[in-house]
Nanobody, 114 residues
Framework: QVQLVESGGGLVQPGGSLRLSCAASGSIFRIYAMGWYRQAPGKQRELVAAITNDGITHYGDSAKGRFTISRDSAKNTVYLQMNSLKPEDTAVYYC????????WGQGTQVTVSS
């Protein structure tokens, strides 16, 4: 089994920055990509960003140009640097392994508000 543990969410003002972290443990050899999804109230869960074991990155339209995904393979950890945050970025952010049919963390709340 794979365990994913997120950290780094919180309250930030519009225009501010946050960095989310996700540490993977367990059967990490099963993971070929890690990433972040988010879900706002009343909306579907959407891809924010993902990075494969080969270092290929994918970004959702809402994240392009503002968010950066990276990883530390030695620590089995993936990061999401979020800059220029907007109120519409408010959501629960979920760490993910292997896209929609894969593994999920418990989620961390990100609230962008003045």
């Amino acid at each position: 089994q794979v365990q994913l543990v997120e950290s780094g969410g919180g309250l930030v003002q519009p225009g501010g920055s946050l960095r989310l972290s996700c540490a993977a443990s367990g059967s990490i050899f099963r993971i070929y990509a890690m990433g972040w999804y988010r879900q706002a109230p009343g909306k579907q869960r959407e891809l924010v960003a993902a990075i494969t074991n080969d270092g290929i990155t994918h970004y959702g339209d809402s994240a392009k140009g503002r968010f950066t995904i990276s990883r530390d393979s030695a620590k089995n950890t993936v990061y999401l640097q979020m800059n220029s945050l907007k109120p519409e970025d408010t959501a629960v952010y979920y760490c993910n392994g292997n896209y929609l049919s894969g593994y999920w963390g418990q989620g961390t709340q990100v609230t962008v508000s003045s």
